[in-house]
């Protein structure tokens, strides 16, 4: 059982990534999703999360407009379409599942304590 985030890097401002998240062991299908990022010296921001038919998403303030979250099934992966990237982005970006279809009331943001299996994640860097 485990998520396995790819994808990041330098970039610079302005610029743009696409992180992947690629899960198994588990009926990936069934679990809303959520990226969470971290960046030194600071708590973990929920970034956006996504349904399990990944026909609806939702997105914190400080990326909406800039990231796209989206999932394919199929293949067990999840995305993360970074653009526009800031100064203030630079973190380690990482992927968890949220809630199993039918568990339990769902919320955005969602509180980062319910989220229960994370991935290694994958840092992204933005720099001049």
């Known amino acids: 059982v485990q998520l396995v985030e790819s994808g990041g890097g330098l970039v610079q401002p302005g610029g743009s990534l696409r992180l992947t998240c690629g899960a198994s062991?588990?009926?990936?299908?069934?679990?809303?999703m959520s990226w969470v990022r971290q960046a030194p010296g600071k708590g973990r921001e929920w970034v956006s999360s996504?349904?399990?038919?990944?026909?609806?998403?939702y997105y914190a303030d400080s990326v909406k407009g800039r990231f796209t979250m989206s999932r394919d099934n199929a293949k067990n992966t999840l995305y993360l379409q970074l653009n526009s990237l800031k100064s203030e982005d630079p973190a380690l970006y990482s992927c968890?599942?949220?809630?199993?279809?039918?568990?339990?009331?769902?919320?955005?943001?969602?509180?980062?304590?319910?989220?229960?299996?994370w991935g290694q994640g994958t840092q992204v860097t933005v720099s001049s």
């Open positions: 996504i349904d399990a038919a990944g026909s609806s998403t």
């Open positions: 968890a599942t949220y809630r199993s279809l039918g568990t339990g009331y769902v919320s955005f943001p969602p509180p980062i304590s319910e989220h229960g299996l």
């Open positions: 062991g588990f009926t990936f299908s069934t679990y809303y």
